[in-house]
Structure formats: structure tokens, C-alpha cells
């Protein structure tokens, strides 16, 4: 495995940020917006608590959508030593990272619209697949012997 | 010059070579984002409440984020144009955090200088009429008021600059730093091939 090193720190900070954005519920907190984990992520969400899970009956510090979003790139990260043993050549990464950010677009404006509403359920999905495409669009640097 | 080929071909920068880059991406990207922000903020302000989740406040939130995010796919565009095409992986995301912890403290300076100077009511304003939208939604009153509450005491807190400072910078930078890693995919120059 290339880049071990930023792979462990950026494996750390990703579980961090994972853990953080469950919100005041897991420090026994009755509200995210006003912890300071809800603090934390502020300036990246809305932190609406009617768009958020729930956590021991306290809304996460962020809504579903970034969730997932969190949660996907965790997911994917932790794939990339799986992916790494069998030599996995994701040629078209770029393009489905582009895919999964176009369908968060096509997904908030078709809300927006009222042409569907989605779903806590739905946002994390969609979060999770633009998450896992984000890591997955950036294995190869620590598996390819020939990148920076 | 054995050792002028090794430096050109394993490249090494000090936070000197980033900051150019950092900076000038994240002033541009801290200043669109606040006025972004502040279109939004007057756009709510001025907006009769209706009860809609999708309140001008809260598209601008998906909005700054989408934007801010860029940056530090962006500072490493302006790196590889500048600087130099060589950019490694962790070099790369060095520049993204620093992109994203400018950004961070640009966006908290710019809004509270916009209270001092021109507009000392601008938060209360805002918190105003994102209660009128609240108590405009159809949801159960205990959650209606449970909301209220913690934004009323959002502001009654009044969070120092200092806080919403160095809280801001983990989560912005870290979010620029992966963006970083993307532009360093499409943007750094590629060693070339060995047959």
C-alpha cells in the first residue's frame, strides 16, 4: 500500500468526523444545534433536527444527507485496503463521482420542486453512495505504485 | 545537479509555497460564500413565512456548502498553475485543510464585521423570521417549540468569534482537504509511464 501514512491520519480524521456528527445525543446532550458538536458543523449544514436522524432521542449535529455523506466516505475508505489486494482499477471514478454529485442536485431541485419528497431514508442513501464515490475516486492513490 | 534532479523530480514546499494559492482561493471563496450568504439572509429577512422547509435561509446553506467545498479542488488547480505541476497526495491535502481553515475564519470575520459596521440587527432579523417560518410548519407544537428553543438560545448564547473560529476549521478544512485530493487527481501532472 503507497501513502500508508496519509491513509491512517485521513482514516482517523474520517472516524472522528463519523462519530462527532452523531451530535449532543451520545454526551447525553438534549439538543445538537447548540452542542458543541452541532457547533462544529455549523458552517457545512443546516443541522435541521426535522431532516436529521435521531440518536438517543436527540437529532445528530447533522442533517441525513450529510450523514450519509459522512458515513459513505468512512465506508469507502475502509475499503480501499480490500481494494488494494485485488489490484481493483476503478477507471471510470471520476465519472460516477460526478454521477452520485449530479443525483444530490437532481434530488434536492426534484424536492424543491414538489416533484417527489424525499426521505430521511432516501438522503442517506443518496449521501452514502456520493460518500463511498468520493473514496473510492481517490483508492488508487494508495495502491498504484505509479501515482503521486 | 544529481541533487537538482532529485529535488525537481520529488518536490518539497514549505507552507510559504501553499499560502499564495490558500489564500487567494480562499478569499475568493470566502467572499462569493458571504454574499451568497447575505443575499440569502435579506432574501429571508424580507420573505413572508410560509411554513416551507425551503426557506431562502435554508437553500443558501446547501449552497455555501456546495460552493466551499470547491476551494480546495480549486487552490490546487491554482498551485499546479503557479507553483508547480508536482503536487503529491499529502502535499495536496495540506493545501486543501489550509484552503478550508482560511475560509473558516474569512467567512466568521467578514459576518461579524458586517454586524459591527452595517447591519448591528442582521441576526436578530434573521432569527426572526426563521421562528415566523417554524411556527408557520405543520409539525406536532412540542417539536415546533423545541426547535424555537434552541434557536433562541442559539443567539441568547452568543458564541464567541473565538469559538465559532477554531470549531470551524476541523470540519471546513477537512472537507477542502478531500476536494484538495480530487484536484491533485485531476490536476497534478502524471509520472509518466515505465515499460
Known amino acids: ?4 501514512k496519509l491513509y491512517v491520519i485521513l482514516l482517523i480524521a474520517f472516524s472522528g468526523m463519523v462519530f462527532l456528527s452523531l451530535g449532543g ?9 447548540n452542542h458543541w458538536t452541532g457547533v462544529l458543523f455549523q458552517s457545512v449544514c443546516h443541522q435541521d433536527p426535522t431532516r436529521s436522524l435521531s440518536l438517543f432521542g436527540t437529532p445528530m449535529a447533522v ?3 450529510c450523514f450519509g455523506i459522512f458515513a459513505g466516505i468512512l465506508a469507502g475508505w475502509l475499503l480501499i485496503p480490500l481494494l488494494s489486494m485485488f489490484k481493483f482499477k476503478n477507471k471510470r471514478a471520476l465519472m460516477v463521482l460526478l454521477f452520485a454529485v449530479m443525483l444530490q442536485i437532481l434530488d434536492y431541485s426534484g424536492n424543491l ?3 417527489w419528497e424525499n426521505t430521511n431514508f432516501s438522503r442517506v442513501l443518496l449521501g452514502g453512495f456520493l460518500g463511498v464515490a468520493v473514496s473510492l475516486s481517490l483508492s488508487d492513490f494508495f495502491y498504484n505504485d505509479n501515482q503521486t | 545537479m544529481e541533487e537538482e534532479i532529485q529535488t525537481q523530480e520529488d518536490p518539497s514546499y514549505g507552507i510559504g509555497d501553499y499560502m499564495p494559492s490558500a489564500a487567494i482561493v480562499g478569499i475568493i471563496f470566502s467572499l462569493v460564500t458571504f454574499a451568497v450568504g447575505l443575499f440569502f439572509g435579506y432574501q429571508q429577512i424580507n420573505a413572508e413565512p410560509t411554513g416551507s422547509f425551503f426557506s431562502p435561509f435554508m437553500i443558501s446553506s446547501g449552497v ?19 507553483v508547480s505541476p508536482k503536487i503529491k497526495l499529502g502535499q495536496g491535502a495540506v493545501l486543501g485543510f489550509l484552503t478550508g481553515a482560511i ?9 461579524e464585521l458586517w454586524v459591527l459596521l452595517f447591519d448591528p440587527e442582521y441576526t436578530d432579523k434573521i432569527m426572526s423570521s426563521l ?13 415546533k417549540n423545541e426547535m ?3 434557536m433562541a438560545e442559539s443567539v441568547s448564547s452568543e458564541q464567541s468569534v473565538f469559538r465559532q473560529l477554531f470549531m470551524g476549521i476541523p470540519i471546513t478544512g477537512l472537507i477542502n482537504l478531500i476536494t484538495a485530493l480530487i484536484g491533485v487527481k485531476i490536476f497534478a501532472e502524471k509520472p509518466e509511464e515505465k515499460f
Open chain 1, 25 to 33: 445525543g451520545v454526551w447525553g446532550a438534549e439538543q445538537s444545534i
Open chain 2, 148 to 150: 424555537i428553543d434552541a
Open chain 1, 113 to 115: 420542486l414538489g416533484y
Open chain 1, 1 to 4: 500500500m503507497t501513502n500508508g
Open chain 2, 64 to 82: 455555501i456548502c456546495l460552493i466551499s467545498a470547491l476551494a480546495g479542488l480549486l487552490a490546487v488547480w491554482h498551485f499546479s498553475k503557479e
Open chain 2, 103 to 111: 475560509i473558516a475564519i474569512l467567512s466568521v470575520a467578514f459576518s
Open chain 2, 131 to 143: 421562528i415566523a417560518n417554524i411556527e408557520e410548519m405543520e409539525l406536532p407544537s412540542a417539536q
Open chain 1, 63 to 65: 442533517n441525513s444527507r
